[in-house]
C-alpha cells in the first residue's frame, strides 16, 4: 500500500468537499482513464492515467498477482494527470481470475480499474509424431500450469518430472524417449496431459512407430577396424536389415568398434541405426552423429566422420559411407570415423578413430 502527503479539496461524482475559499482551485477529482483491461495469461505491464488533486494522500491497492512499480514519475498539480504503471504476473492456473486496482483517497474519493486475466490453456506444438523403429527422443513444446499430469505407454518415458518443468513458467520443453520396436508390427499409442486444475483440459500427441527390425532377417559382416590414436587394430562386426517392401532403407545393427583408446571399455549390445541406400553408387550412407552404443560408464557413443567422400549428382554427404561390392558380399568403409562422447548432451571428446579403407566379408546369410 503507498500513501501521498495530505489532500486539499476531494470531490467524488455526485458530491463536493470544497469551501468557498477554495473556489480558486478547480473542482478536484479521482479518476481513472479506464474501466476494465483484459490481459492473456502471459501476464505484462499495463498502465493508466489517473487524475488525482494536489497533495491529496491515496493508496494504491492491488491484488498480489498485480504490482505497482513503485519507480513511476508521479509530479502532480491541481487535478493533474499521471501515468501508473503495473506489472500483471503470469497466470498460474487455467482459470480465468479477476483482479482490481483501486486508488482510495483518505476523504473516500476513488475510482477503479478491473483486470481480467485470461487462465492459461493447455498446448503442445505437435499432436502426431512418426518415429523410427529404432526409438529415439522426442521434444514437446508445452504450455501448461504447474501440476499437469502425464500418461504414456509402457514403451514412451518422460524424462522430466513435470512438478518441476512448469513453476513459474507456461511454455516449456519436456522430452520423451522412445524406445526402439523390435517386434514385427507397428506400435501405436498416445501421450496424454492433463491439467491438474478443474477445468478438465486435456491434449493428445499420437505417436506411430515404425514395426520392429527382424532379426532373423539380419545379414553379417566381420572385418578389422585400425586405430589412429595408437598402433591397434580391433575386431569388429555389424549386420544389415534390408526393408521387404523400401530398397532405399537398410538398417545397420551393432555397428561397432566397441573398444575404445586408453583402456576405456564399453558394454556390447543390439544398436540400431536408419540408413539408406543409394542403389545408383550401391552404396549405404550412415548419418553422422548416428548413435552407436551405450558405454559401461553412462557415456552415449556417436559416428563421426573425418573426412568425406563426395558422390557425383546427390546431396548425401556427410555421412558414413558403406560401399558394397556387386553381389553384396563386401563392404568397404571409405572414409575415416571417429567414435565421440556425449553425456547430458555435453560434448566430452573424441575417443578414438579409425583408418578408412576397412573391408568387411558377409559372414551369415
Request: charged letters at 15%.
Amino acid at each position: 500500500m503507498f500513501f501521498y502527503a495530505a489532500a486539499l479539496c476531494l470531490t467524488a461524482v455526485g458530491f463536493t468537499a470544497c469551501t468557498a475559499e477554495d473556489e480558486a482551485f478547480p473542482a478536484a477529482t479521482v479518476s481513472i482513464t479506464e474501466e476494465e483491461v483484459a490481459m492473456t495469461a502471459e501476464g505484462g505491464p499495463i498502465s493508466f492515467n489517473l487524475t488525482a488533486p494536489t497533495n491529496a494522500a491515496f493508496s494504491v491497492q492491488t491484488p498480489e498477482w498485480i504490482e505497482f512499480n513503485e519507480n513511476a514519475t508521479v509530479t502532480r498539480g491541481v487535478n493533474t494527470a499521471n501515468t501508473f504503471n503495473f506489472e500483471v504476473a503470469p497466470a498460474e492456473s487455467c482459470q480465468e481470475r479477476t483482479g482490481v486496482i483501486r486508488i482510495v483517497t483518505n476523504n473516500g474519493l476513488q475510482d477503479s480499474l478491473v483486470v481480467v486475466q485470461d487462465g492459461i490453456e493447455l498446448a503442445v506444438d505437435i499432436t502426431e509424431v512418426g518415429a523410427p523403429n529404432t526409438g529415439g527422443e522426442l521434444t514437446v513444446a508445452l504450455t501448461a500450469a504447474p501440476g499437469y499430469t502425464v500418461s504414456c505407454p509402457a514403451w514412451i518415458t518422460m524424462n522430466e518430472n513435470p512438478a518441476e518443468t512448469h513453476v513459474g513458467v507456461q511454455t516449456a520443453n519436456i522430452t520423451f524417449t522412445i524406445a526402439q520396436n523390435t517386434g514385427a508390427t507397428v506400435r501405436e499409442g498416445e501421450i496424454v496431459i492433463t491439467c491438474g486444475d478443474a477445468c478438465g483440459q486435456e491434449v493428445k500427441i499420437a505417436v506411430s512407430q515404425q514395426r520392429g527390425i527382424d532379426l532373423s532377417k539380419m545379414v553379417n559382416y566381420a572385418g578389422q577396424l585400425s586405430s589412429l590414436y595408437e598402433p591397434t587394430t580391433y575386431d569388429t562386426t555389424f549386420g544389415l536389415v534390408w526393408d521387404a517392401n523400401d530398397e532405399t532403407a537398410v538398417t545397420v545393427c551393432n555397428f561397432e568398434p566397441w573398444a575404445l583408446s586408453a583402456g576405456a571399455s564399453v558394454e556390447i549390445g543390439m544398436n540400431f541405426v536408419q540408413a539408406q541406400y543409394l542403389p545408383d553408387y550401391n552404396v549405404i550412407a550412415i548419418p553422422l552423429a548416428s548413435p552407436l552404443n551405450i558405454s559401461a560408464s553412462g557415456y552415449d557413443l556417436y559416428a563421426g566422420g573425418l573426412n568425406t567422400v563426395t558422390l557425383e549428382e546427390t546431396s548425401e554427404f556427410d555421412h558414413i559411407y558403406l560401399w558394397l561390392n556387386e553381389d553384396k558380399t563386401t563392404i568397404t568403409i571409405t572414409n575415416a570415423i571417429c567414435t565421440m562422447a556425449f553425456q547430458g548432451g555435453d560434448f566430452v571428446g573424441i575417443w578414438d578413430a579409425y583408418a578408412g579403407g576397412a573391408v568387411f566379408t558377409k559372414v551369415t546369410e
